[in-house]
């Protein structure tokens, strides 16, 4: 079992920033890649971005070049963070940290939420 908690939420102006992070507890000597995605009202949940344990990183198309996406594999620790820049009122959403182990299993925090004014 993976437990994921989100902090860093809140609500920002448009053009502003905001630092999402993540952090893990249990067997996280089995989690391998991580990542944020979201879902705004009405809508499904998407992917954000991702990155592997190898420091792999992927973004959605609406997001690249304004967030960025980092871990941390300290050795009783994994974190990872989410720097968001630029936010503009289509990023609104309820944001979830994930993580997937060895064997596949995908864990889920429990969603922290990014409001931008315009």
């Known amino acids: 079992q993976v437990q994921l908690v989100e902090s860093g939420g809140g609500l920002v102006q448009a053009g502003g920033s905001l630092r999402l992070s993540c952090a893990a507890s249990?067997?996280?000597?089995?989690?391998?890649?991580m990542g944020w995605y979201r879902q705004a009202p009405g809508k499904q949940r998407e992917l954000v971005a991702t990155?592997?344990?190898?420091?792999?990183?992927?973004?959605a198309d609406s997001v690249k070049g304004r967030f960025t996406i980092s871990r941390d594999n300290a050795k009783n620790t994994k974190t990872v963070t989410l720097q968001m820049s630029s936010l503009k009122p289509e990023d609104v959403g309820v944001y979830y940290c994930?993580?997937?182990?060895?064997?596949?299993?995908?864990?889920w925090g429990q969603g922290t939420q990014v409001t931008v004014s315009s």
């Open positions: 990155i592997t344990s190898g420091g792999v990183t992927n973004y």
């Open positions: 249990g067997n996280i000597f089995s989690v391998n890649a």
């Open positions: 994930n993580a997937d182990t060895t064997p596949f299993r995908r864990y």
